[in-house]
């Protein structure tokens, strides 16, 4: 109701209606109470003309003892006057359809002290007066009601007197009124519009991004208070903008030097992937040759020990041998992980989808682990459901990340050689039984897992074992030493493969490292990962060694 009127209109409104209120109540008063001394002036006025129409009637009666009979019930009207007298009887039949005499013989019939009453009433412009007095039994106890004498007339004067003095109040408050409002809007717009009006245009000043201007308002009253206030709040605002302002330097400078510092952490990782990549594909060639040998080597040995004749150094020189053998395979394992490692940090991995079956690739990887496991007395499980659909994948990558299982997980179980218990590694697939989406994109998925009965791994380290270079903190890395890149690169391959990797793992209860793979790679999500491959290759600037 109120939006968008300003606030002088508001307060003009509403003190304005408060003063016209407060007049038309404080003249009603004494408007009622004229009223009031006019009317009773008139009742006099209609007891003297009563008296009169009376004596009148007397004097006529004494003279002419029939006219009274006469002039009994029946009106005289003179000069626009109404006259006349009522018996008792006369006046019940005439109270029917007369308000008045009904009303003054019910009084008069009621009260035996009340002897006259007078109506006033408004008929179109004119004043009238409807008075009634009793005529009553002289020398009877309790005044018995003879009569009535009925008057109704109409008073120019009253009506006069009236409306002047109605014209003189209306014209009293008028001026009161205007005199109040012109008072009250010139105290509003002095004392409290200004002041509005100063502040408001100095929060537009504001607004417009002067915080240099400061309210001057003198009043003495809230309203400097607020101006104080608020020329406190510019001053902070001030203040904390010059704060801003310097940090916003110190930020710009220190975002300079991260720009300078990425730019060379850039370059430095650009040449430590060149180097790695150039370094570890020249190693490759002197290692093969030095694992040729050591085999050559190794087998000559061998082949030495099995002779009648042979020297006790043979024994020296195929533990020799085996270790050569071992340390140049480690390398060569190392380097490996490393080529991969930077080849898929380039996006140069690229997917050559084969069908497979998920039995015949299982018994392949175990049969690989088995010198490794027998060593070491570790039973070797394969559980593979009958159900299984050919999958539609990867087959060396789907290789890779279960051998690196299999591999961590004969690695890291005692076997029963130390524990003095049959340990074990399940390797496992099954159909999993939800499917991986919705509607027409659900796709069916399996999963393989390896299971061991190993040292398990903690809470707090299941998170990290995937990253790279990370080793368990555990005193595992001297024991079983590595490049700590099989993990982060199962799940990068995993990720290629467009499926996870899942780890349940409780220390003292071994492990279950899982794969979980669609049945069949999706084409379009293919080739949104060659996509980001390149992109993310062109990023690191990297040269990859194949």
Known sequence: M???????????????GAVVLVVLVALTVPWLRMNTLVDEGQLEVSRAMAASWEAVARD??????????????????????????????????????????????????????????????WEFSERQYQYAKAVRVPDEPGGRLEGLVVLSR????????????????LSAGMFVMALAVLVFYVITHKLILAPVRALRETTERVREGDLSIRSDIKTGDEFEELADTFNHMLADLSATQDQLRAINSALDLKLTEVTEMNSTLFEAAKLKGD?????????????????????????????????????????KRIRYAENIARAARHLMDMINDLLEMAKIESGRASLQIERMSLKEVCSGLLGLMHPIADKKQIELKLEVQDDLPLIETDVKKFQQVIFNFLSNAVKFTEGGVRSGRQDRVTLRAERLQGTEGSGAAAVPRVRVSVIDTGPGIDPDEQTRVFEKFYQLSRGHERQHPGTGLGLAISKE??????????????????????????????????????????????????????
């Not at 008073?155 to 003189?168: D, I, M």
């Not at 060639?285 to 006790?312: C, H, K, M, V, Y």
Request: with cysteine.
């Open 493 to 546: 391959l995993a990720i290629i493969l467009q499926g996870e990797i899942q780890l349940v793992s409780e220390p003292g209860h071994g492990s279950m490292f899982s794969l979980l793979i669609p049945v069949k790679i999706d084409p379009e999500e293919a080739a949104v990962q060659r996509l980001e491959g390149k992109f993310r290759g062109a990023l690191s600037g990297r040269r990859v060694w194949t």
């Open 275 to 315: 180097f790695v990549a150039s370094v570890s594909h020249e190693l490759r060639t002197p290692l093969n040759s030095i694992i040729g040998f050591a085999d050559l080597l190794l087998e000559i040995a061998r082949q030495d020990a099995t002779q009648p004749d042979a020297p006790p150094s043979v024994a």
């Open 154 to 169: 109409r008073s120019v004067p009253a009506t006069r007197l009236l409306l002047v003095n109605s014209g003189y109040l």
């Open 60 to 121: 006529r009666e004494s003279v002419d003892p029939a006219f009274g009979a006469t002039l009994a019930g029946r009106p005289v009207i003179l000069a626009g006057v109404y006259a006349g007298r009522l018996s008792v009887e006369q006046a019940r039949a005439v109270a029917e359809g007369e308000p008045f005499v009904r009303e003054a013989l019910g009084l008069f019939e009621a009260s035996a002290s009340a002897m006259d009453l007078q109506r006033p009433r």
């Open 2 to 16: 109120w939006r968008g009127i300003s606030l002088a209109n508001k307060c003009l409104l509403l003190f304005g």
